[in-house]
């Protein structure tokens, strides 16, 4: 899967789980100050790509993630990553 479709599934989660405007949607965008998720809202979006991806997402991947990029970053270098 390449960055952009990554970036396009991160988006339309986002859209449908959090009903954020797609035009507030960037790959700057930060996830808690721009748009405005909080932990609970973290962790919801974490086992809906858990399920997309069909991967276990391990909790400290996720704790340096800030903005959408980061997600996409994660995303892809767990996609790349051989399953253990």
């Known amino acids: 899967m390449q960055k952009q479709e990554i970036?396009?599934?991160?988006s339309e989660l986002l859209i449908k789980l959090f009903?954020?405007?797609e035009s507030d949607i960037s790959p700057d965008a930060k996830l808690y100050e721009d748009l405005e998720l909080d932990s609970i809202?973290?962790?919801d979006l974490v086992v809906h790509?858990?399920?997309s991806t069909g991967r276990k997402?391990?909790?400290?991947?996720f704790k340096?993630?800030?903005?959408?990029q980061d997600v996409?970053?994660?995303?892809?270098?767990?996609?790349?990553?051989?399953a253990q």
């Open 19 to 21: 009903e954020i405007d």
């Open 41 to 43: 809202d973290a962790v």
């Open 57 to 61: 997402i391990k909790p400290e991947m």
């Open 7 to 10: 970036y396009q599934q991160i």
């Open 72 to 82: 996409v970053d994660a995303i892809d270098e767990l996609l790349n990553t051989p």
């Open 49 to 51: 790509l858990q399920k």
């Open 64 to 68: 340096s993630v800030r903005t959408v």
